[in-house]
C-alpha cells in the first residue's frame, strides 16, 4: 500500500510539472504572448509587413483586407496573431474544404506548429485538396532564383526582372525546363512605355503572383524577347522550399498595389526567401528601391553559400549573333537567302561550313516564327525544309556562346554626381542625382548595351553669383539603341518626360515631351566597335517664352558611341529642330567622355552647345564641365 501510495505522489507530482496541454485557442494565445511571438520577425514577414519609410510604424504591403483575420491586422501583429489562432479553431468544412482558414493561411499555420508546438490532434481536422494537390504536382525540392536580363523595348521589362524557379525531386539538367516557377507581375494594360511608367510610379497596377512551366518563361524570354537568362541555384532545403510554397499559396489570392521601383517583382521574390528561411532578411536591404538587378547582387553578396551554382541561358538572338560571327559576309548572305526562302537548302552544298550556315537558316526562321516577324506556316514549311536537308549530314561542333559578364558585376543602379565648369559666360557648379538605372555613357558591364532607362533624372546649377536653379527633372528617359544587322532590323527608339530648361539657362524651367523613332548601325574598328544612331527627335514643349506658350517640333538627332579604352567611353550628338509656325528652331551640339577610376566612381567631362532662333532674337549657349561620379 505504502509503495502504491508512494507510486501515486510521483505521478502526481510528475503530472504536475508537464506543460498544460492547450486544448482551445485561449491556451495558444497565452502560449504566443509570453514566447512574445507577435514581435518576432518571421511572424512580420509572413503578414507582408514592412515599417513605413517616414513614421517607422509597421504595416502591412497587402492591399487586401482578406490577408489578415483581424480587422486591424494590416498594423497590428498581436492582434492579428490572436484571430488567426483562433479561426485555425473553426470547425471544418467538408463541402469547401479549401475556404477553411487552415487552407487560406498554410504557412502561417505551419510556422505557428514550429514555434508552439501545436499537436496534430488540437485543430480540426482539415484536408485541403487544391493546395495538395498543387503541392504534389510541384514536387518541390530546392529553390533558383532566375534573373531575365533588361528588355528596354517591353515597358514592364526595361529593368529586368526576377522570379523563382522550384526545383523538383530527381530533377536533372535535361529536366529542369520541366519545373514550376513563381513568379510577380504588374496586370499591366498599356503596351507603351510612357502609360506604363506612369501608372507603375504612382502603383495604379495591381500585381499578380502566378505558377507556370519553366519551359514556358524561357521560351517567353528567350525565344520570343531575346532576353539571355541568369540561373542562381540557391541552397534552400525541400523543407524552406515547401514553407516558401506555402507562403506564395497564401499571397497568390491577395491584391498587392505595384509600385515600380520597391514593391515590385524583385521585392516580391526577397519577401519570399526571407518566409522560407527565417532570419535572411534579404528585402531589409532594399528600403526605398528593389532594383532587379540591385536584388541579385544583394541576394549573392547577402549570406556567403546562399547560392551554390550560377548558369547562364543564352538567349535566341545571342545564339544568333555568335553564330552569325563565325560566318565571313558572303557566307551568312547565302544562309539567310535560304531562311528567306530565296535559295533551297541543298544549294549551300554538304561541307562542315554548309552545315553552320543551314545551322544558322534554322535559327533564324525560328527567330522570326518567335517574334512574330514570320507567318506560322510559312515558318514550318521553311524549317521542314532545312531540317530534312541538315539530318542528312553529320553533326559539326560549333562552339559554345560565350558568357558574358554576370549581372551582379555591373555598376549600382543609383548615381550621384558633382561638377564645375562655365555655364552661359559664368562660372557654375552643376549637381545630379538619378535614382535608376543607366545610360548609354555608363559601364556597359553586366547591362544591356544599347540601352538607356533613367527614372528620376535630376539636375540643378549654380552660377557665379546666383542661387542653385533647377536645370532638369525627368520622371522617364529611355532610350533604345538597337543595332542593324544583315539577319535583323530592330527599330530604335527613344522617350522622355518632364521639366527642362528647353530655351536657355537664363529661362525659366518648363515641361516637355520628346521622342521618336530611329535606327542603329555598328561598325568594327579595330578591337571597339563603334556604335552610330540617328532618330527623328519630336518635341513638344510649354513655354511662356514661346508665341501661345507652346510649340511642336521635329528634326534628325545624329549620335556616335565609341569606348576609347577598357575604362572609357565617349559619346558625341548633334541635333536640329524646327518647329511649327517659325515658332523656334534649335541646333544642338555635344560632347561627353566617361573614364572609370574605380568600381563606383567615374571622372567625367562635356561640351554642349546649343543655338536657339526665336522670332525676335536667336542665342548661342555653352557648357563646360569637368566633374565626378558615384554609384551606389
Known sequence: MRTLLALGAALSLATAALPARADGPGDLQAQARSLHLADDPAWADLLQYEAHPLTRRLRSLADDPGFFNAPDGASNPAAELDATLARLFEPARPDDPDSHPQCRFPARLHWLHTRLGISTDTLPAQPCPRLEAWMAAINPAGTTLVFPSAY????????????????????????RLL???????????????????????????????SSSPYYVKVREYSDMESRDVWEYQLNLSTAETRQLLRHAWEIGATRFDYWFFDENCSYMMLRLLDVARPGLRLSQQFFWTAIPVDTVKGVVAATPGLVTDIHFRASAGTELAHRAGRLAPAQLEAAIAVADGGTTPESLGDSPLAIEQLEFADRLVSFRGHGGKLGQDEALARLKAIQTRRSTL?????????????????????????AAGSLAGDAALFLEL??????????????????????????????????WQLDRLLPVDIV??????????????????????????????????????????EWKLGQRPLLGYVFLENQLLSHAGLQKNWAIGTGPLVGVLRDLGEHSRVQIEAGRQWYIDRRLERSSFRARLRSRVGPHS???????????????????ERSIQLGWQLYF
Do not use: C
Not at 543595332?483 to 530648361?501: D, I, M, N, T, Y
Open 394 to 418: 553529320p553533326a559539326i561542333d560549333t562552339g559554345t556562346v560565350p558568357v558574358p559578364e554576370r549581372p551582379e558585376s555591373g555598376h549600382a543602379s543609383a548615381r550621384a554626381g558633382l
Open 434 to 467: 538619378r535614382p535608376a538605372y543607366h545610360d548609354l555613357l555608363d559601364p556597359e558591364r553586366g547591362y544591356a548595351r544599347g540601352a538607356q532607362i533613367r527614372f528620376g533624372d535630376l539636375a540643378a546649377s549654380q552660377r557665379e553669383g546666383r542661387g
Open 480 to 521: 533604345s539603341v538597337a543595332p542593324r544587322r544583315a539577319w535583323s532590323q530592330p527599330l530604335s527608339w527613344k522617350v522622355r518626360f518632364g521639366w527642362e530648361r528647353s530655351l536657355g539657362a537664363t529661362r525659366p524651367i518648363a515641361p516637355m515631351l520628346a521622342g521618336g523613332p530611329g535606327a542603329a548601325w
Open 152 to 175: 528596354v523595348n517591353s515597358p514592364a521589362s526595361m529593368f529586368g526582372h526576377t522570379l523563382l524557379r522550384i526545383d523538383a525531386v530527381g530533377q536533372t539538367e535535361a529536366t
Open 179 to 209: 519545373a514550376y516557377t513563381i513568379n510577380y507581375a504588374a496586370k499591366a494594360d498599356a503596351s507603351d512605355g510612357f502609360s506604363f511608367a506612369l501608372k507603375g510610379l504612382t502603383g495604379l497596377y495591381p500585381g499578380m503572383l
Open 602 to 620: 567615374n571622372l567625367v567631362a562635356g561640351y554642349e552647345w546649343t543655338q536657339l532662333e526665336l522670332p525676335d532674337t536667336r542665342s548661342t
